[in-house]
Nanobody
Framework: QVQLVESGGGLVQAGGSLRLSCAAS????????TGWFRQAPGKEREFVAA????????YYADFVKGRFTISRDNAKNTVYLQMNSLKPEDTAAYYC?????????????????WGQGTQVTVSS
């Protein structure tokens, strides 16, 4: 089993920044592919970013390219999401996710473990 705990959400003005963190426990962190998803009220949970086990090869949804950066520190069992130039449409609950299997990292169905989510609200 893997436990994921997110932190770092909050209220920020448009154009501002936040850094989300996700601390993992319960399994060798370096064996996990990790990602971030988000879900706004009334909408489907959508892919934001993912990063491979070694910490290289990040992948991003088009709507965050150039603004968000995913990274991980395997020594600290933590994955991060640095969010810059935030927009009101980025308002959502952000979820950390992890998986051990291969396949598409865009597909939420392939992730085995989820955090409880952290709310990000961007005011205009």
């Amino acid at each position: 089993q893997v436990q994921l705990v997110e932190s770092g959400g909050g209220l920020v003005q448009a154009g501002g920044s936040l850094r989300l963190s996700c601390a993992a426990s319960g399994r060798t962190f370096s064996s996990l592919v990790t990602g971030w998803f988000r879900q706004a009220p009334g909408k489907e949970r959508e892919f934001v970013a993912a990063i491979m086990r070694s910490g290289d090869l990040p992948y991003y949804a088009d709507f965050v390219k150039g603004r968000f950066t995913i990274s991980r520190d395997n020594a600290k069992n933590t994955v991060y999401l640095q969010m810059n130039s935030l927009k009101p449409e980025d308002t959502a609950a952000y979820y950390c996710a992890a998986k051990t299997r291969g396949g598409s990292f865009y597909s939420k169905e392939l992730y085995d473990y989820w955090g409880q989510g952290t709310q990000v609200t961007v005011s205009s």
